[in-house]
């Protein structure tokens, strides 16, 4: 198994070898230089991130994303669609839970769609029986939480339809989310799989507009800085949510788990960038020649439309990372259908 495409810390980058060192200025030329790992994510204005769609002229749909309150209320702009990304809570019981269900409720915005972390002990079913020591927010418990105005996404989606103010209604905006709790297992948490498993080839919808996950795919939203004994910064996403993310293609990915990733990063889907990740992570298949070759094949026939094709991947954790300690704002998105 290709060991690079599994998250953190099970995927941490061999010494680069002679040949490596040797083509490494001349792959910095061609592709662009540095990578999204060498950098600090782009930390996101106060002012509303605009998202391009399809230029119908419509007015756009706008998204506070926040993850990662781990039990605090962090004050919300207003907005149409308001999404959690995970770990609504510290510990998990029942009483955090529905604390932040409250809290999210009683926000203004007209959707709310909500996903579960790590965190979250008393959402995971299996934790009945996995974490025999807190029984006490069992299945009979987690019946008991008040849902009231929220949208629970765990592996299913969800279409909203929003009418466009003005038009009385007859013409709606759709945005199809699909949103999954599923992290890489590290410690004894909540919604956990094995890393050496890929659960995420074909899980997603094709037509997903927007996906929200807790956990970041590997290269974008991942980075917090901490590097490992070869100096190089820690890999901490999913490779195999990569590359789903590569097949569906959304036009925004909202996520957290790892809080010194907070801000923005842009997955290009024009094959260059591809290849770059793929010398990054050193998969199979994706050495200098080969990435030059499809580069330059990519840049003869990839049309502008594909070009324009892109993803955003938001990290909107809220809580501090390893190497601050600010909570950070919610991130506006003005998202274009």
């Known amino acids: 198994m290709n060991k690079h495409l599994l998250p953190f810390p099970y995927n941490q980058s061999q010494s680069s070898t002679w040949l490596e060192r040797v083509t490494r200025p001349l792959s910095d030329f061609i592709f662009g230089g540095g990578t999204l790992k060498e950098s600090t994510p782009e930390k996101p204005s106060t002012s509303p991130i605009t998202l391009h769609g399809n230029g119908d002229g419509l007015p756009p749909i706008r998204i506070i994303c926040i993850s990662d309150t781990h039990n605090k209320t962090p004050p919300l702009p207003p907005g149409d669609i308001l999404v959690h990304a995970g770990d609504l809570t510290a510990h998990g019981t029942f009483d955090e839970v529905q604390a932040q269900l409250q809290w999210l409720t009683s926000q203004p915005h007209t959707h709310k769609i909500i996903i579960a972390g790590n965190h979250d002990i008393v959402l995971d079913e299996a934790s009945d029986t996995r974490f025999l020591t807190r029984s006490e927010d069992s299945a009979t418990r987690r019946t008991e939480l008040d849902w009231s105005g929220i949208q629970y996404l765990q592996d299913t989606a969800v279409t909203l339809e929003l009418p466009v103010a003005g038009l009385g209604g007859q013409q709606v905006r759709r945005v199809k989310i699909y949103g999954s709790p599923l992290t890489p297992e590290l410690g004894s948490w909540a919604f956990q799989y094995p890393p050496i498993r890929d659960v995420w080839t074909e899980r997603i919808p094709d037509d997903t507009d927007i996906l929200v996950v807790h956990g970041p795919p590997a290269l ?52 260059t960038q591809e290849f ?42 809220v809580a501090p990372g390893v190497f601050t300690s600010e909570d950070k704002p919610a991130i506006a998105i003005d998202f274009h259908c």
């Open 276 to 317: 770059r990740d793929g010398l990054q992570m050193r998969w199979e298949g994706y050495d200098f020649v080969e990435a030059l070759k499809q580069t330059l094949r990519s840049k003869i026939t990839t049309t502008s439309a594909n070009h324009s094709k892109k993803s955003l991947v938001v990290n909107a954790a």
């Open 220 to 271: 974008y939203g991942d980075s917090d800085g901490e590097k490992g004994p070869t100096g190089e910064v820690k890999v901490k996403g999913d490779g195999f949510l990569l590359r789903e993310i590569r097949r569906v293609k959304p036009k925004m990915v909202v996520c957290g788990h790892i809080h010194g990733a907070f801000g923005l990063a842009v997955i290009q889907h024009d094959g």
